[in-house]
């Protein structure tokens, strides 16, 4: 095996394995934390496509920002695994189906697809590094770009709005 | 192959990183002791000068101190994490001298070293993701204390690096747009003066330097912005449950902070490991080479200093002022750089005319 081989399974092992810990994990600290360790490994795997620009902002924004924030919350509410409310039996019933029928058709998506007989696909290619990247999103896709940006734009001032004390009628 | 490495590659790295990571260590221990004699010559006293000649091997006794102290671990708290947090605090700390340039290259054994240990083509982007990082030292370790004043203490860390962040991810897009690049490295060569023609980023953006110190301030948790650990508020701030090294630990992450952020300035504005008028061609590789570190080391110490003498001058902010200036002052003011900023670049396109 190559290195880029054992990295590739390397990765996606802790990738899989951290992913099961958010869910099965009693503390959701502790499943916060996995889910960091999950982000952790995607962001190995844009290394290995090459792609550091989406593997370090994949860092900065999802481990760095909005994990902090989900830790904060969780930190603050004291959840314990014994307040937890117990679902009754009918839901778990259909969680167990819809997820199972999820798997079942994103397993047949891949079997279809072409990439099966390959364990380990590597991108030689640079597109994924900065100068092509923003060259590509403010050349060929300009207009989606700034329209995700107001996007992004109008969340930010519904969280103003939201988060604004309102004034005290005299 | 993306992943083509030889062995010498390899050893090479593993040489750089194992003395960079010594060297922050060295230096870092060294500041503690600084700190402490420049704080007394502020304050007109003598400071530590008892151990070693003119009190030198002070931070090696406080090492030891710190090693055989009782190692204390509450109860009721997750020891796994209560571990995890100082340890995450000082690795977050190291792991930014990994895109550093340290220097230009040195000439050893018919190779070409270069002295950075990556230069990858998002240098800056990675020392943010690090930095954004370091919160979860913070923030595990108050937590797992199972303590109402380190919780809080670790609320004010988190609340405020991550606020600071934004003013300090705002100037720095002025300093990339001047400057065109992400890698740390071309950075540094863009700034090497040609003659007589003085080019540090500093020239260009001072207003984006000086936001760029105060977050830097604030993300290291120094005085005028350590809230996280007022003592008159909040006991020991997060780390009052630590004892030992671990509480050693957190100490140290700091000094070691102090450091790479002073690196990080003097890279970004300061020209890094550029001499002002010299022309390191002239000169032989290894020489130029140790003349740069020992440039760039210049200006570490000068930001070193200069972090001290804030601490020692400037009282502590209250919790709403320091909400208020990154908010209300910082991130504004980050704003209209960057727009005079882009302004002034399509002018200059453009010839100087509208």
Not at chain 2, 115 to 140: E, H, K, P, R, T
Not at chain 2, 274 to 295: K, M, Q, R, T, Y
Request: proline fraction near 3%; charged fraction near 15%.
């Amino acid at each position: 095996m190559s290195i880029t081989e054992i990295l590739f399974w390397f990765l996606t092992a802790l990738a899989l394995g951290s992913a099961i810990m958010v869910i099965t994990a009693k503390s959701p600290v502790h499943s916060v934390l996995a889910l960091i360790v999950t982000f952790f490994a995607i962001s190995g795997h844009y290394i290995l496509l090459n792609a550091q620009f989406l593997a370090i902002v994949n860092i900065i924004v999802y481990a760095g920002a909005i994990m902090v924030l989900f830790l904060f919350v969780v930190m603050l509410m004291n959840l314990n695994a014994g307040s937890e409310p117990q679902k009754n039996r009918v839901l778990q019933f259909a969680g167990l189906i819809s997820g199972g029928c999820l798997f079942l058709v994103m397993i047949t998506a891949l079997m279809k697809s072409d990439v099966v007989d390959k364990t380990v696909q590597m991108n030689d290619g640079d597109h994924g590094l900065i100068n092509n990247l923003g060259k590509e999103l403010f050349k060929n896709y300009l207009v989606p770009f700034e329209i995700s940006s107001v996007l992004f734009l109008s969340a930010m001032i519904g969280a103003v709005v939201i988060g604004k004390k309102e004034k005290i009628e005299k | 192959m993306l992943l083509a490495i030889d062995l010498a590659l390899i050893i090479e790295k593993l040489v750089l990183i194992i003395i960079v990571v010594m060297a922050s260590l060295g230096i870092a221990m060294y500041t503690t002791f600084a700190e402490r004699k420049v704080a007394a010559i502020l304050q007109d006293r003598r400071g530590p000068n008892r151990a070693g000649p003119f009190g030198l091997l002070q931070p090696l006794a406080d090492g030891v101190k710190l090693f055989f102290k009782e190692e204390i671990i509450p109860n009721f708290s997750s020891k796994f994490l209560f571990i995890l947090g100082p340890s995450l605090a000082m690795l977050t700390a190291i792991m930014t001298g990994a895109v550093v340039p340290w220097g230009d290259k040195v000439h050893f054994f018919g190779r070409d070293i270069s002295l950075q240990i990556a230069d990858v083509n998002v240098g800056i982007l990675y020392v943010f993701a690090v930095v954004s990082l370091g919160v979860y030292g913070i923030m595990i370790g108050s937590w797992a204390s199972n303590n109402k004043f380190s919780l809080m203490g670790g609320l004010r860390a988190a609340s405020q690096i991550i606020s600071y962040e934004l003013a300090m991810g705002l100037s720095l897009i002025a300093l990339l747009m001047v400057t065109g690049t992400l890698s740390l490295k071309d950075m540094v060569l863009q700034q090497h003066s040609e003659g007589w023609h003085f080019r540090w980023n500093i020239i260009y953006q001072p207003l984006g330097f000086l936001i760029f110190l105060i977050c830097a301030f604030a993300e290291c948790n120094r005085t005028p912005f350590d809230l996280p650990e007022a003592e008159n508020e909040l006991i020991g701030g997060y780390h009052t449950e630590y004892s030992s090294m671990k509480l050693g630990f957190y100490l140290f992450s700091e000094y070691i902070n102090m450091f790479i952020s002073s690196v990080i300035m003097s890279t970004l504005f300061f020209g890094g490991y550029d001499i002002p008028f010299l022309n390191e061609a002239n000169l032989s590789v290894n020489i130029a080479a140790l003349l740069g570190i020992l440039a760039l080391m210049a200006k570490v110490c000068f930001f070193l200093f200069l972090f001290m003498w804030v601490r020692w001058t400037i009282p502590r902010f209250r919790y709403d002022q320091l909400m208020n200036l990154g908010w209300r002052v910082l991130i504004p003011l980050a704003l209209v750089n960057m727009l005079v900023t882009g302004g002034l670049i399509l002018l200059k396109q453009n010839h100087w005319h509208f």
